[in-house]
């Protein structure tokens, strides 16, 4: 029999080794009232980079997605990166809607320079209530009436002469001229009075016939005469209109001509100007009608503008009036009408109307020139609002039209304004899986979104950085108007950031977190009416955090302690092994100790994963199992088919497993029942491991370990309790204090194993053994127990396959 | 106010002439019979000429609007006046109802100047409308004219449509009781309408200087708050005052009518040379043809 080689067992980790402290002396100071503020942005300097040239670049489809966690900071970054870009740069131009008099459907779009928008609002509203004023008055000039009276009486002189010419040649022959209800009428008169018709016949016939006939001929000449008379009354319209004309010109020409001045040079606001004068010139009786109608109203009414004038307000939708730089603008509700504006209506006697005067901007013109920050997963629930989006991003305008035009569900007439031209930066805020899936799935983002700002989710932990993240911790409890950190409470929550990413050499840059802790130490120390946070109230508050969250764990950890849960701490077991699970519960995620087993009998060469039968096990996990196959067969019976069934089995997890933290568990657990070498409880084991048997990093190793101790202290374990972790895991430790403090009175140890032999080594106190020149195990080595175990399996397979094969022969003879 | 020294009721008599149109004599005559509180009373006249056309086959009437020839049937002639008559009343009772005033409407067959001098010698107001361009053929009161000045013992008002054309009222005044009460009324349709008050004074009676002394005195009094200039016309004669109206931009010219003869002239006369409404007020009965200007 062969003697196991030693394999060198590796030691328990000190407790040094556990947790990486801040020092206090390092940073310099008492409180973080003694220090300044930090303006710089730490450790972001790709995601800063990014942002630079996403914002300056020139480009098309430049917009920036930022990529980063929830809670890191980065719309505050965002924000304020944009605030500095922004301030040195040019304000853009005011974006007005004004009617188009050749169609009023189609609202006209014009730019003007900031803040001149709603001075031609407020010049265009003056002009109109001058002109209220002064086409009233043009009419009362004396010039006016002159020039009226003058055609009035030319018509009247013309009419008159005529009627009088008649009249006078119709006496002459003993005719009258008579007015009848609708004109006149030429007859025989005596005294002023018509010839009855009695007397008329009994004239004699040639009196008669000449009287008859020159009723006729005047007739005649009456009708050639009142033919004339609509001829001239439209003359004298048309002049009396040239006359108005004329009139009007004089009291709007000059108004109109000094806002033209004004304006000058600004492309469109002639041509406008030039359409409202010819507009006030063909609806000049609205502004006769004013002045009649304030006369009537018993009060003056100021209220309400008048209905009528409304087609010659400016609407300003975009005004940069009170801007300095460019625009910033964050939609928080990025929904499709608030992206490209809407067009509203007012009810009117059951009816909807609208017109340009209701065109409300959106986001995307009220960002026209600067940057318009959205959050990506909001603007993605939206409807069409993403759509919209790309739209005016490829189109480089905004075009503002309601849903239903856009989709063309409504036939009724509507508005189409002039769509704005659009100079815009888009920056998207996003978690990084949408930013991988829109890449993946949507051929237009990698066009439209060519720069991602990635904000990192921890930083390195220098001497350096841990200076910096003093101050930014000092500067962000001024701004949360927290009480001053003693140096002491900062090193806590500098220590505590570091076990956020569970790194010892990290710092974490989610600042929610880390501001969510300094709010409640200084809540507490607030309590207890102190003037500085120590860091006993930086503890206070990590476990306050802990404990409003910790009903799960307790509950869980109860039905440890009661054996509802099985988990052994001491002893030793063929075939069960304590593995380690982490529950992630929101934001808080604790370690689970969880029992595994495994079995083993004649088989194939299958290790069943019962987890993935049942369908509770992810498909990380299975790999891990099956990893386990492969590591049996090619180190122990390489000339042998693996011969056994085994089953793995997570006791009393019905909910999912997922990952492979747990295969190093697995393994060992496998391995003990192959090799019938029992595994001490009072170990726990965490590890992925390889076909090699090469042990790989897990996460969440300090829970891990940390549960396993919670459970052995809450029974009161007598001292070899312990846990096994990846060996590279060890520059994650950052431990609770109670742990560090039991593994440096030697009541818990933590060992770090980087192969599966090291593990075996240390669950079972049995060389595992190393194999030799031609691959034989030592017989009693833990893998010579494992190759005997799989090659005695493998007799009886064979054995069994031959009876079985005799009989089937002999079965078949006759 | 105007000083009619009668203690009657007020009696305003609007003729409701289809030629004459109608919603100026109403703008004008709610001015005029404001502080009146009158009678108001519409006189339609269905004129016996008309019938005496119909019943004449060789006449023929010509469309004004038109100038369609066609002929006269008596009965469709008076369903029109009928449809015209109606529509007058209701204009009347519209104005009635500003006035807050009782209003009739009198329907008269007959002669057309016969029954209006007729209502006319019972009236305190006589309004009637005067059709732009139509002074010629509409003077159908021809050389009656002066009888219906004559007639009507208060004011005749001849209304030119449109009622506000112009911007001030002239007045014609020699400082007789006639003149006198024109004056007065003037001052009180100027106040009315908010314009100003041209006086043309004539040289008749009084020296000038006293004349208009004494005239500033009663204005002064009357109408404290009317813009009033003084124009020296010296003979008041068509062509001089017609010659000022129109460089004044006269709304309307009012006229005393001591002499209703003379007053009848300026009238015609005034009628084929201006465009706007004329007025003429008969002196208050018992008051001298040419008493004091401090008189009335």
Same mark, same amino acid.
């Given at each position: 029999?062969?003697?196991?080689?030693?394999?060198?067992?590796?030691?328990?980790?000190?407790?040094?080794?556990?947790?990486?402290?801040?020092?206090?002396?390092? $940073?310099?100071?008492?409180?973080?009232?003694?220090?300044? !503020?930090?303006?710089?942005?730490?450790?972001?300097?790709?995601?800063?980079?990014?942002?630079?040239?996403?914002?300056?670049?020139?480009?098309?489809?430049?917009?920036?997605?930022?990529?980063?966690?929830?809670?890191?900071?980065?719309?505050?970054?965002?924000?304020?990166?944009?605030?500095?870009? %922004?301030?040195? @740069?040019?304000?853009?131009?005011?974006?007005?809607?004004?009617?188009?008099?050749?169609?009023?459907?189609?609202?006209?779009?014009?730019?003007?320079?900031?803040?001149?928008?709603?001075?031609? @609002?407020?010049?265009?509203?003056?002009?109109?209530?001058?002109?209220?004023?002064?086409?009233?008055?043009?009419?009362?000039?004396?010039?006016?009436? !002159?020039?009226?009276?003058?055609?009035?009486?030319?018509?009247?002189?013309?009419?008159?002469?005529?009627?009088?010419?008649?009249?006078?040649?119709?006496?002459?022959?003993?005719?009258?001229?008579?007015?009848?209800?609708?004109?006149?009428?030429?007859?025989?008169?005596?005294?002023?009075?018509?010839?009855?018709?009695?007397?008329?016949?009994?004239?004699?016939?040639?009196?008669?016939?000449?009287?008859?006939?020159?009723?006729?001929?005047?007739?005649?000449?009456?009708?050639?005469?009142?033919?004339?008379?609509?001829?001239?009354?439209?003359?004298?319209?048309?002049?009396?209109?040239?006359?108005?004309?004329?009139?009007?010109?004089?009291?709007?020409?000059?108004?109109?001509?000094?806002?033209?001045?004004?304006?000058?040079?600004?492309?469109?606001?002639?041509?406008?100007?030039?359409?409202?004068?010819?507009?006030?010139?063909?609806?000049?009786?609205?502004?006769?009608?004013?002045?009649?109608? @304030?006369?009537?109203?018993?009060?003056?009414?100021?209220?309400?503008?008048?209905?009528?004038?409304?087609?010659?307000?400016?609407?300003?939708?975009?005004?940069?009036?009170?801007?300095?730089?460019?625009? /910033?603008?964050?939609?928080?509700?990025?929904?499709?009408?608030?992206?490209?504006?809407?067009?509203?209506?007012?009810?009117?006697?059951?009816?909807?109307?609208?017109?340009?005067?209701? /065109?409300?901007?959106?986001?995307?013109?009220?960002?026209?020139?600067?940057?318009?920050?959205?959050?990506?997963?909001?603007?993605?629930?939206?409807?069409?609002?993403?759509?919209?989006?790309?739209?005016?991003?490829?189109?480089?305008?905004?075009?503002?039209?309601?849903?239903?035009?856009?989709?063309?569900?409504?036939?009724?007439?509507?508005?189409?304004?002039?769509?704005?031209?659009?100079?815009?930066?888009?920056?998207? /805020?996003?978690?990084?899986?949408?930013?991988?899936?829109?890449?993946?799935?949507?051929?237009?983002?990698?066009?439209?979104?060519?720069?991602? *700002?990635?904000?990192?989710?921890?930083?390195?932990?220098?001497?350096?950085?841990?200076?910096?993240?003093?101050?930014?911790?000092?500067?962000?409890?001024?701004?949360? !108007? $927290?009480?001053?950190?003693?140096?002491?409470?900062?090193?806590?929550?500098?220590?505590?950031?570091?076990?956020?990413?569970?790194?010892?050499?990290?710092?974490?840059?989610?600042?929610?977190?880390?501001?969510?802790?300094?709010?409640?130490?200084?809540?507490? *120390?607030?309590?207890?009416?102190?003037?500085?946070?120590?860091?006993?109230?930086?503890?206070?508050?990590?476990?306050?955090?802990?404990?409003?969250?910790?009903?799960?764990?307790?509950?869980?950890?109860?039905?440890?302690?009661?054996?509802?849960?099985?988990?052994?701490?001491?002893?030793?077991?063929?075939?069960?092994?304590?593995?380690?699970?982490?529950?992630?519960?929101?934001?808080?995620?604790?370690?689970?100790?969880?029992?595994?087993?495994?079995?083993?009998?004649?088989?194939?060469?299958?290790?069943? !994963?019962?987890?993935?039968?049942?369908?509770?096990?992810?498909?990380?996990?299975?790999?891990?199992?099956?990893?386990?196959?492969?590591?049996?067969?090619?180190?122990?019976?390489?000339?042998?088919?693996?011969?056994?069934?085994?089953?793995?089995?997570?006791?009393?997890?019905?909910? %999912?497993?997922?990952?492979?933290?747990?295969?190093?568990?697995?393994?060992?657990?496998?391995?003990?029942? /192959?090799?019938?070498?029992?595994?001490?409880?009072?170990? *726990?084991?965490?590890?992925?491991?390889?076909?090699?048997? @090469?042990?790989?990093?897990?996460?969440?190793?300090?829970?891990?370990?940390?549960?396993?101790?919670?459970?052995?202290?809450?029974?009161?374990?007598?001292?070899?309790?312990?846990?096994?972790?990846?060996?590279?895991?060890?520059?994650?430790?950052?431990?609770?204090?109670?742990?560090?403090?039991?593994?440096? *009175?030697?009541?818990?140890?933590?060992?770090?194993?980087?192969?599966?032999?090291?593990?075996?080594?240390?669950?079972?106190?049995?060389?595992?053994?190393?194999?030799?020149?031609?691959?034989?195990?030592?017989?009693?080595?833990?893998?010579?127990?494992?190759?005997?175990?799989?090659?005695?399996?493998?007799?009886?397979?064979?054995?069994?396959?031959?009876?079985?094969?005799?009989?089937?022969?002999?079965?078949?003879?006759? | 106010?105007?000083?009619?020294?009668?203690? #009657?009721?007020? #009696?305003?008599?609007?003729?409701?002439?289809?030629?004459?149109?109608?919603?100026?004599?109403?703008?004008?005559?709610?001015?005029?019979?404001?502080?009146?509180?009158?009678?108001?009373?519409?006189?339609?006249?269905?004129?016996?000429?008309?019938?005496?056309?119909?019943?004449?086959?060789?006449?023929?009437?010509?469309?004004?609007?038109?100038?369609?020839?066609?002929?006269?049937?008596?009965?469709?002639?008076?369903?029109?006046?009928?449809?015209?008559?109606?529509?007058?009343? #209701?204009?009347?009772?519209?104005?009635?109802?500003?006035?807050?005033?009782?209003?009739?409407?009198?329907?008269?067959?007959?002669?057309?100047?016969?029954?209006?001098?007729?209502?006319?010698?019972?009236?305190?107001?006589?309004?009637?409308?005067?059709?732009?361009?139509?002074?010629?053929?509409?003077?159908?009161?021809?050389? #009656?004219?002066?009888?219906?000045?004559?007639?009507?013992?208060? +004011?005749?008002?001849?209304?030119?449509?449109?009622?506000?054309?112009?911007?001030?009222?002239?007045?014609?005044?020699?400082?007789?009781?006639?003149?006198?009460?024109?004056?007065?009324?003037?001052?009180?349709?100027?106040?009315?309408?908010?314009?100003?008050?041209?006086?043309?004074?004539?040289?008749?009676?009084?020296?000038?200087?006293?004349?208009?002394?004494?005239?500033?005195? +009663?204005?002064?009094?009357?109408?404290?708050?009317?813009?009033?200039?003084?124009?020296?016309?010296?003979?008041?004669?068509?062509?001089?005052?017609? +010659?000022?109206?129109?460089?004044?931009?006269?709304?309307?010219?009012?006229?005393?009518?001591?002499?209703?003869?003379?007053?009848?002239?300026?009238?015609?006369?005034?009628?084929?040379?201006?465009?706007?409404?004329?007025? +003429?007020?008969?002196?208050?009965?018992?008051?001298?043809?040419?008493?004091?200007?401090?008189?009335?």
């Amino acid at each position: 029999m062969k003697q196991a080689k030693a394999t060198a067992a590796p030691g328990a980790l000190k407790a040094a080794q556990l947790f990486t402290p801040c020092d206090p002396a390092l $940073l310099g100071f008492e409180t973080t009232a003694d220090i300044g !503020d930090v303006t710089e942005v730490i450790g972001q300097g790709r995601a800063l980079a990014a942002l630079e040239f996403g914002s300056r670049t020139r480009g098309s489809g430049f917009n920036l997605y930022v990529l980063g966690s929830p809670g890191s900071g980065r719309h505050r970054v965002v924000r304020e990166f944009l605030e500095r870009e %922004g301030a040195d @740069r040019a304000a853009p131009p005011d974006w007005c809607y004004v009617n188009n008099f050749s169609d009023p459907q189609q609202p006209l779009g014009i730019a003007m320079p900031p803040g001149r928008g709603a001075e031609l @609002r407020h010049d265009m509203r003056q002009l109109i209530e001058d002109l209220q004023a002064s086409v009233p008055e043009a009419f009362q000039s004396e010039n006016y009436r !002159d020039r009226l009276s003058e055609i009035e009486g030319e018509f009247q002189a013309r009419n008159t002469q005529a009627l009088e010419s008649l009249q006078k040649e119709a006496e002459a022959e003993g005719m009258g001229l008579l007015p009848t209800p609708h004109g006149f009428a030429i007859a025989p008169v005596r005294d002023g009075q018509v010839l009855p018709e009695e007397e008329f016949s009994a004239l004699p016939e040639d009196q008669r016939v000449r009287a008859t006939e020159t009723i006729r001929r005047l007739t005649e000449k009456l009708r050639k005469h009142l033919e004339n008379v609509p001829i001239w009354h439209r003359e004298r319209r048309q002049r009396i209109k040239e006359l108005d004309r004329d009139v009007i010109m004089l009291a709007v020409g000059a108004l109109i001509k000094d806002l033209k001045l004004r304006y000058k040079g600004l492309p469109g606001i002639p041509e406008y100007l030039d359409r409202v004068q010819q507009d006030v010139l063909e609806n000049v009786q609205d502004f006769r009608a004013v002045e009649k109608e @304030r006369g009537m109203l018993p009060l003056p009414m100021h209220a309400e503008p008048d209905e009528r004038f409304r087609r010659y307000e400016v609407n300003v939708v975009v005004s940069h009036e009170q801007s300095r730089g460019a625009p /910033i603008v964050y939609e928080s509700n990025p929904s499709y009408q608030n992206l490209v504006g809407r067009v509203e209506h007012v009810s009117q006697f059951g009816t909807l109307s609208t017109d340009f005067t209701m /065109i409300r901007a959106g986001a995307m013109h009220a960002a026209s020139g600067g940057f318009l920050v959205l959050d990506a997963e909001r603007l993605l629930l939206q409807p069409f609002a993403w759509e919209a989006l790309k739209r005016c991003l490829f189109g480089g305008e905004v075009r503002t039209e309601s849903m239903a035009q856009m989709l063309s569900l409504v036939s009724t007439q509507g508005l189409e304004p002039d769509p704005m031209p659009l100079q815009i930066k888009v920056v998207l /805020i996003g978690n990084r899986l949408l930013y991988y899936l829109l890449c993946e799935y949507d051929q237009d983002f990698p066009e439209l979104f060519k720069v991602a *700002a990635d904000f990192e989710d921890q930083i390195e932990r220098s001497p350096e950085s841990v200076r910096l993240y003093a101050r930014m911790l000092a500067t962000v409890g001024r701004q949360l !108007d $927290l009480m001053p950190f003693s140096v002491a409470a900062v090193a806590r929550v500098i220590e505590h950031s570091g076990r956020l990413v569970a790194d010892s050499d990290k710092l974490s840059t989610h600042l929610r977190s880390i501001t969510d802790l300094m709010s409640e130490a200084d809540y507490l *120390a607030h309590q207890q009416a102190e003037e500085v946070v120590s860091d006993q109230r930086v503890d206070e508050a990590v476990a306050c955090q802990v404990a409003r969250l910790d009903r799960i764990r307790s509950r869980i950890y109860e039905s440890i302690q009661r054996g509802m849960i099985l988990v052994e701490t001491d002893g030793a077991r063929v075939g069960q092994i304590n593995a380690l699970s982490v529950m992630q519960l929101g934001a808080f995620s604790f370690g689970q100790p969880a029992r595994v087993t495994a079995t083993v009998r004649i088989g194939e060469g299958e290790v069943v !994963d019962i987890e993935r039968e049942v369908e509770l096990g992810g498909a990380i996990h299975s790999k891990g199992v099956l990893i386990l196959s492969s590591f049996l067969g090619s180190r122990y019976v390489r000339d042998m088919p693996l011969s056994l069934h085994a089953s793995l089995v997570f006791e009393q997890h019905y909910g %999912g497993v997922e990952g492979d933290s747990a295969s190093l568990a697995e393994l060992c657990a496998l391995l003990s029942a /192959i090799s019938g070498v029992p595994l001490r409880q009072s170990l *726990a084991v965490t590890g992925s491991v390889n076909q090699h048997g @090469r042990v790989q990093t897990i996460g969440g190793v300090n829970e891990k370990v940390e549960g396993f101790f919670d459970i052995c202290r809450q029974r009161g374990a007598g001292g070899d309790q312990g846990v096994l972790i990846p060996a590279e895991n060890v520059p994650h430790l950052m431990l609770r204090k109670d742990v560090r403090e039991a593994v440096g *009175a030697g009541t818990f140890h933590v060992y770090p194993v980087r192969t599966v032999d090291e593990a075996l080594g240390l669950l079972t106190g049995v060389e595992a053994g190393v194999a030799g020149d031609a691959g034989e195990f030592p017989e009693d080595s833990v893998n010579g127990r494992v190759a005997q175990g799989l090659r005695e399996l493998a007799q009886q397979r064979r054995e069994f396959g031959s009876r079985d094969g005799a009989a089937a022969s002999g079965d078949g003879q006759p | 106010m105007i000083e009619l020294a009668i203690k #009657r009721k007020t #009696r305003v008599l609007v003729a409701l002439d289809p030629a004459a149109p109608m919603p100026s004599a109403l703008e004008a005559l709610t001015t005029l019979a404001a502080d009146l509180s009158p009678e108001l009373i519409g006189l339609f006249v269905e004129d016996a000429n008309l019938r005496r056309l119909c019943s004449l086959s060789c006449v023929r009437e010509v469309s004004m609007d038109t100038g369609i020839e066609r002929g006269l049937d008596l009965g469709l002639m008076l369903n029109q006046l009928r449809v015209q008559r109606l529509r007058m009343e #209701r204009l009347l009772a519209r104005a009635a109802r500003q006035l807050r005033v009782p209003h009739r409407v009198e329907v008269i067959r007959g002669e057309l100047v016969e029954e209006l001098l007729r209502a006319a010698a019972l009236t305190d107001l006589f309004l009637v409308g005067r059709a732009s361009g139509m002074a010629g053929a509409r003077s159908w009161m021809g050389s #009656r004219l002066h009888e219906l000045v004559g007639t009507v013992p208060g +004011t005749v008002a001849i209304v030119h449509e449109p009622w506000r054309i112009g911007h001030r009222i002239l007045v014609a005044c020699d400082g007789d009781a006639a003149g006198r009460a024109a004056l007065t009324l003037a001052a009180r349709l100027a106040g009315s309408e908010r314009v100003e008050l041209v006086v043309a004074l004539g040289d008749g009676g009084l020296s000038s200087a006293a004349k208009k002394a004494g005239l500033m005195a +009663t204005l002064a009094r009357q109408a404290p708050l009317v813009d009033t200039r003084w124009v020296e016309l010296g003979q008041l004669i068509p062509e001089r005052l017609a +010659t000022l109206a129109r460089g004044e931009q006269a709304r309307a010219v009012v006229l005393g009518a001591g002499d209703p003869g003379a007053a009848a002239q300026m009238v015609e006369a005034l009628l084929q040379k201006l465009c706007c409404s004329i007025v +003429t007020v008969r002196p208050p009965p018992g008051a001298g043809s040419s008493g004091s200007a401090e008189g009335s």
